[in-house]
């Protein structure tokens, strides 16, 4: 079923509204404090299934403490300078740049103050993190946690800046497309990935011994499986990983050494071929349009799946909906 991302707007003159508000959002304790007089906040916040991005404007200078935090938060100061606080280090941060307000679920807590000005604040469960991650072996207990608050290479703080700015566009301006189960699961997925590949963090990415071991054709043979059974439903690599019995690591050792390609590669490669049949089933007539059919099958991106498309089968979407194939 089709859920379009909610819109979330609060606006109050009270720091203590402010914080109550926020906890009710997060589910986390936040305290807010400032100066009262000729205070204003304003919130709004675009929340999609699987991770919401959420900003908010004052006036006058104003501090926030969020206490144990149980999502992970990608902060991003916007025209102001944020002072950042958490188990005795200190860090500024300048208008542009990304931090973690905390480094693993329910970490330590954290105070952060600023003055005029907007912060934009990423929110995405660490649950998801630890899929994408390849973490998933069953045997340990080990989840996902970050090594540093600030980010550890520039392009890739400037990628997941430009993923942010790109899934808060879509969210806002293409609903529909956003609101489809496997679009919303994709964009999730794809903001994790770029959020481990910023900052540092514990993920074990290289496959152990037993992974390697547990990498042969017959775990492909039941991935592949149910890859081609459920490629409509949403479905994770740890959904994959269960029902072949590997852990997340082993099964993309197996995909790498046996198909050239990942578990979710092959995901996608599955629902272009699946989007194509039905580009061949609809009527051009009938008002259908490539870019729902692509949003249906988790393309969210109109010129990336064209460009996978176009790999696969030769030819443009668009041609194959009005039967103009070569």
Known sequence: MTTSPQRVLFQTTDHDRAGEFLTSVYGTDIRMTGTRIGYSFRFTQLMSSTFSVGTAAQTNEMAITVASPASLFVVRPRGTVMDYCSQGAEHQFRSGELFLGSKSEHGTPYRARWADGVIEAAALPFTLLSEVAATGDTTRDEPIRFTDVRTHDRDAARHLASTIDYLTDAMRDQPESMGEPLVASTSGHL???????AFPNTALLEPTIEDRRDA???????????????????????????????????LQHAFRRHRDTTPMGYVRLVRLRQAHRELLATDPAGGMTVTRIAARWGFFHPGRFARYYREIHGCSPYQTLLRDTP
């Not at 903001?191 to 590949?197: F, H, N, R, S, Y």
Request: overall charge negative; aromatic content about 2%.
């Open 216 to 250: 042969h054709p017959h775990t492909l043979r039941k991935a592949i499986a149910f890859i081609d059974d459920n490629a409509a439903e949403d479905i994770s690599v740890a959904d994959i990983a269960a029902t072949a019995n590997v852990t997340i690591r082993a």
């Open 191 to 197: 903001l994790c990935a770029a959020v481990l590949a």
